[in-house]
């Protein structure tokens, strides 16, 4: 197998996911079956006590499912990566494998609603305790550190408020004490932002969204940094179930291979709509890491290599002006989820975040007027000329 470590993201992105072996194959088959057979019952045992490697049972390990976590793994720079049924189960993975009854974590206020709800409505009642705090001020998370917090769990740029985290400042205060550190990475994919590289432990990513970019793959991936972490999230996987299967393994491997250069669109588009919006009159105010009015521009320029597709915005008319505009668009497509090649529009208060309960919304910052676009890789002008006309509908 080539050494893809030494190559350049692009050049991964083409080559990581390929399993060389003796069929000479350029693409990685299925390997749609839920079982593999033992040469004799030495083998089979062999096998199940780690002496010999192998492929056992689909839940353990899958070459189609193994070539989609080097991808993933390689780009992220980490040791390995662990496929998931969706960006939930790996979340729900990567939590359930670093804390337990009487522990304690901390997680930022703006996150993905049903992230939230897992450590609200699910952890709790295995007694995890979560504080929910706005990461992007360290001070909060220092303040809300305890002797039993164990893991602290960000999202940068944070959906859909796009609040940016200082992911080396947070790895460090997190390592002196003694935690560690998750970074849902969902948002800017590995070619933009590799956490690992500032020191968090756990990357985590919805696989549904930029890795596999078509809008029809759910899908994640938990990406560990040592053989250690490895050995145990593989473990508690095979516990939880929530793993990923060969088809939609072989589908993200696809979408991988462009990555790079749908990213590169992403960003060129969402900078162009970005700057569109920000000048508008009927417009509030623009929240997109690309643009020198964010809060953290210079914070997201340094950890990360661009500013991605994703644009929340709030309309002067507040949400009748939102619901206008959403409903008035003909080429965006009013829909939840991101990181496809389409363009979608939706309104996170009722649809996204809805989970979340309003007081709780309004402190992370996501009033009922935001809009959040996931920018895709269309004609930057017919984006901008579709939201024109929609906005023009707003009186
Ligand atoms: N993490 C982030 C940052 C997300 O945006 C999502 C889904 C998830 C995790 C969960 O991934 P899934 O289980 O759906 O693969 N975000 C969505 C959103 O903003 N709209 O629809 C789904």
Redesign the pocket.
Known sequence: MKDVRKHHPDTQCVHASLIHDETGCVVTPIYQTSTFSFRNVDHGAALFSGKVKGYIYTRMGNPTVESVETAVAVLEKGYAGIGC???????HLTISSLVGAGDHMICSRA?????AGLARNVMSRFGVKTTFVDTSDIANIAGAITPETKLIFI?TP???TMAVTDIEATARLAHDNGIKLAV????MSPILQRPLEWGADVV??????FLNGHADV???IVVVNNEEDYQHFRRMSNYLGGTIDPFNSFLVARGIKTLAIRIERHCSNAMKLAQYLEQHPQVERVMYPGLKSHPQYDRHRKQARGPGGLISFELKGGIEAGKILMNSVELLVL?????GVES?I?H?AS???SSMERADRLQAGITDGLV?I?VGIEDADELIADLEQGLAKIK
């Open positions: 049924a969706s960006g939930m189960a790996a979340s996150v993905y609603g049903p992230t999202e944070g959906n859909p849902d990475n969902t948002f985590v990513h919805s696989m549904t969204k759910v899908a994640g829909a939840v989820s991101l990181g979608l939706q996170p649809m996204t975040h959040r996931s």
